[in-house]
């Protein structure tokens, strides 16, 4: 089992910026893909960005790319998400995941999630 928990959320501008961070425990981490999902209001839930375990790899969602940048550090059992330029459709919970596999985008691949995280950016 891996347990996730999520921080970093809040209110900001648009085109500010925020840093989430998602610290795990249980098994060891470097063994688990991460990824970023998001679920606005009245949305299916999304992905965002996902990395492979020893970060060699990272994938992002179009409307991420080159405004969010997905990172680890398996020394802290952590995954963050730093997004710039955020815009009101950014709005949503935000939640980290992991899975014993890199590369999908679907979100029942995933075997590990967070609670989340609310990310609201005003106009």
């Known amino acids: 089992q891996v347990q996730l928990v999520e921080s970093g959320g809040g209110l900001v501008q648009a085109g500010g910026s925020l840093r989430l961070s998602c610290a795990a425990s249980g098994r060891a981490f470097n063994n688990y893909a991460a990824a970023w999902f998001r679920q606005g209001p009245g949305k299916e839930r999304e992905f965002v960005a996902a990395i492979s375990r020893a970060a060699l790899r990272r994938d992002y969602a179009d409307y991420a790319e080159g405004r969010f940048t997905i990172s680890r550090d398996n020394a802290k059992n952590t995954v963050y998400l730093q997004m710039n330029s955020l815009k009101p459709e950014d709005t949503a919970v935000y939640y980290c995941?992991?899975?014993?596999?890199?590369?999908?985008?679907?979100?029942?691949?995933?075997?590990?999630w967070g609670r989340g995280t609310q990310v609201t950016v005003s106009s």
């Open positions: 995941t992991a899975v014993d596999r890199y590369g999908s985008r679907r979100n029942y691949d995933y075997d590990y």
